[in-house]
């Protein structure tokens, strides 16, 4: 999605704002550019990468700046259409991440008064309105201009004969980083890990003026106080170590994440988590709330909580929500996001605290929309993640749910310790798929041929299966689909044969027998089946055209270790595929629009 810069300080703003933008290349984008304040404004601005703008820059002066990576939404990616915009007269510049809901009402009035626009963006309106009220003071004219938009923004406005940035935002995340000659303003922390890391992040209706040494934020009129957080992640955490690719990093540093998000929870031998937002005895049910590959955790919390605390649990995607009337009462909603600003997960929050639920965000970022809307909120132990696929993260999240639904289990007490355990061994188990890489990478050969792929699980991999598919789709561009095994014959079976593999899910389970008679099924149709089974299932072996092992783990911890080895399927097939991993087409890593 979009991603905004802006510096202001006493260092040439050029090479900063470049640095940051190429920062922000994780989140996703089509065109990139820059508005530099140095004799008048200049911009500079294509449908092109990072690196590749840069090349074509002459050198610029000034100290003042901002920047942008533009994810198409009104119009096609093009020099025109990317950021920054400006006003008639080239005295306005703007980014803005967000959508502008009644820009054509705007635009027509201002054609109307006189303004050209060149750009077929929702954006362009920015500039023309804050031209239309500017008399020499942008604070006040962005003010003005604000009261006329409807829809979502976090915008960096900079003025030529004003050195400031003036800064604003309404449902898309903004922060101010503080630096030590100068200062930011940015979509997210990792833009700016670079030169800072203290930041202040901004709240809805919030407008700051940010000048090289001073920081000033106003709502509604009166100036207000907002609070300066220290991020912990540090500025090796976004690099790539040795590694080819962020995703194979970021798969790699699991064993790490499960126990610094575990250590972070459980500093005696026990998982005893005291959230007042769980304390009410007389919850009954459980709502949980996310998309993408979070929303998959959310599938996979629904069996552990189910299981261990005994009341039932809808997991529902938040674009999803909110459309129909909902009985809430002694329900707890949980929100999981790694960034915590999806804007769908956002405004299923919004929509659930407007009906008094209460509800618990677990998120990976300190201090995001999520966390601070919440009533309470979990922190994962993540780190920045790069890599638009999910990976650590949803591990991470998977912990938080382990550790919640543990703390507050019903089952005897015997069963609750073998599976704390067992939770202290994971990060062992995660190695050990991880030492596996070379048989997944045979396995990633092989698949790397095909244009349609299955994959199937039951019970608690039934989720597990859909997250595969979503990674294979997402990186290596394979049509994939995640299936219930049982619901195979329901449909896709008219699919199957020798040119669509099934990759089947084989947990030691209740759904086992299923599941062997499931792949003797598909086998029957003709459809290759690589199974991802357990060390030791001889029965599998006589079954499968291939087998992949996994560690043995109690049921209930098998999503971990098989989602790790479909991470690695996925990597290893895009990478086979000559894919851009990391930053996969069309796809954005921070999803801030509807
Ligand atoms: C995007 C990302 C996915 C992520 C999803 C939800 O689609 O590419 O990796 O799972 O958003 O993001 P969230 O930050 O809410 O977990």
Not at 378 to 402: C, D, H, N
Request: with cysteine.
């Amino acid at each position: 999605m979009c991603g905004i810069v802006g510096y202001i300080g006493d260092k040439l703003a050029q090479p900063i704002l470049l640095n940051c933008l190429s920062k922000l290349e994780y989140r996703g984008y089509d065109s990139c550019g820059i508005a530099m304040l140095s004799n008048g404004i200049e911009v500079y601005k294509d449908a092109v990468r990072v690196e590749a703008l840069r090349k074509t820059l002459p050198q610029i002066k000034g100290t003042t700046g901002i920047g942008h990576t533009r994810w198409a939404t009104h119009g096609k990616p093009s020099k025109l259409n990317a950021h920054p915009h400006l006003d008639c007269n080239g005295n306005i510049a703007v980014v803005h991440n967000g959508i502008i809901n009644n820009f054509q009402q705007l635009k027509r009035q201002l054609i109307s008064e006189g303004h050209n626009f060149v750009s077929e963006t929702d954006t362009e309106v920015m500039p023309h309105l804050i031209e239309k009220y500017y008399d020499g003071n942008l604070e006040k004219a962005v003010e003005a201009a604000l009261r006329d938009i409807e829809g979502s923004y976090a915008i960096i406005v900079l003025a030529a004969n004003e050195p400031k940035l003036v800064v604003a935002r309404k449902d898309c995340p903004l922060i101010i980083g503080i630096g030590d000659r100068g200062n930011f303003g940015a979509s997210d922390v990792p833009a700016i890990l670079d030169y800072t890391n203290r930041v202040i992040y901004l709240e809805d209706g919030d407008i700051g003026v940010v000048t090289k040494d001073s920081i000033k934020i106003r709502r509604d009129g009166a100036e207000v106080d907002r609070k300066e957080h220290k991020i912990l992640w540090s500025i090796k955490d976004d690099q790539k170590a040795g590694y080819e690719h962020f995703m194979l990093k970021e798969i790699h540093e699991q064993p790490k994440v499960i126990r610094d998000t575990l250590g972070e929870y459980t500093r005696e031998a026990e998982p005893v988590a005291d959230l007042a937002v769980m304390r009410d005895s007389g919850i009954e049910s459980m709502l949980m709330l996310a998309c993408g590959s979070s929303y998959h955790v959310a599938m996979i919390g629904k069996y552990i909580v189910e299981e261990l605390l005994g009341i039932p649990v809808r997991a529902e995607l938040a674009s999803e929500f909110g459309y129909f009337n909902q009985t809430l009462a002694k329900t707890r909603a949980i929100a999981i996001t790694q960034s915590g600003e999806t804007a769908d997960t956002i405004k299923a929050i919004k929509r659930l605290k407007e009906v008094r639920c209460k509800v618990l965000a677990i998120t990976n970022v300190v201090g995001s929309t999520a966390s601070r809307i919440a009533d309470q909120t979990i922190y994962t132990r993540a780190g920045p993640e790069i890599s638009v696929a999910a990976t650590k993260s949803f591990i991470a999240q998977l912990m938080a749910l382990y550790w919640l639904a543990m703390s507050y289990s019903r089952i005897d007490s015997r069963r609750l310790t073998d599976l704390i355990l067992e939770l202290r061994h994971l990060p062992t188990k995660v190695q050990q798929v991880l030492d596996n890489e070379d048989k997944l990478m045979e396995n990633a050969t092989f698949l790397s041929g095909y244009e349609n792929v299955f994959f199937i699980g039951r019970g608690i991999n039934f989720p597990v299966a859909l997250e595969g598919a979503l990674k294979l789709k997402e990186v290596a561009y394979i049509h994939s689909e995640g299936y219930a095994a049982g619901e195979l014959k329901h449909g896709p079976f008219a699919l199957l044969g020798s040119n669509t593999p099934v990759i089947a899910i084989v947990a030691h389970d209740n759904t086992y027998e299923a599941m062997l008679t499931n792949i003797k099924e598909v086998r029957a149709r003709g459809s290759p089946v690589m199974a991802l089974a357990e060390e030791g299932d001889e029965a599998i072996e006589d079954l499968a055209d291939s087998v992949v092992t996994v560690p043995e783990v109690d049921p209930m911890f098998s999503p971990v270790v098989n989602t790790v080895a479909l991470q690695l399927l996925a990597y290893y097939t895009a990478k086979k595929r000559d894919c851009p991993i990391d930053f996969p087409r069309n796809l954005a890593k921070s999803v801030t629009v509807e």
